[in-house]
């Protein structure tokens, strides 16, 4: 089992900077990718950022490319976002996920993921 735990949502203004963290845990050696992924009301789930653990790839939806970055902290075992320029649009529930994903899937993809946490809420004002 992994265990996934949000952190960091709020408001913020358009323009402005915020920063999630997702704490990760348990038997991480059995996942292979980490995956930030948004869903909004009515709407799909969609990838924004995920990291390949053994080598480091990174994989962006292009609607945040430039603007968010994801990383691994490995001494305080979180998988970041950073969110740069934040816009209206961005506003959304945020959930961190985990799973083993392999090289020709798609990597943005929330169902190759097995294990997702709560979410954290995130609303970007005009």
């Known amino acids: 089992q992994v265990h996934l735990a949000e952190a960091g949502g709020g408001s913020a203004q358009a323009g402005g900077p915020l920063r999630l963290s997702c704490a990760v845990s348990?038997?991480?050696?059995?996942?292979?990718?980490l995956l930030w992924f948004r869903q909004s009301p009515g709407a799909a789930r969609e990838g924004v950022a995920a990291v390949v653990i053994g080598n480091g790839e990174e994989f962006y939806a292009d609607y945040v490319k430039g603007r968010f970055t994801i990383s691994r902290d490995h001494t305080r075992n979180t998988v970041d976002l950073q969110m740069n320029n934040v816009q209206p649009e961005d506003t959304a529930t945020y959930y961190c996920?985990?799973?083993?994903?392999?090289?020709?899937?798609?990597?943005?993809?929330?169902?190759?993921?097995?294990?997702w946490g709560q979410g954290t809420q995130v609303t970007v004002s005009s």
């Open positions: 348990g038997d991480i050696d059995r996942v292979n990718s």
């Open positions: 996920a985990a799973g083993v994903v392999s090289g020709a899937a798609n990597h943005l993809n929330p169902s190759e993921y097995e294990y």
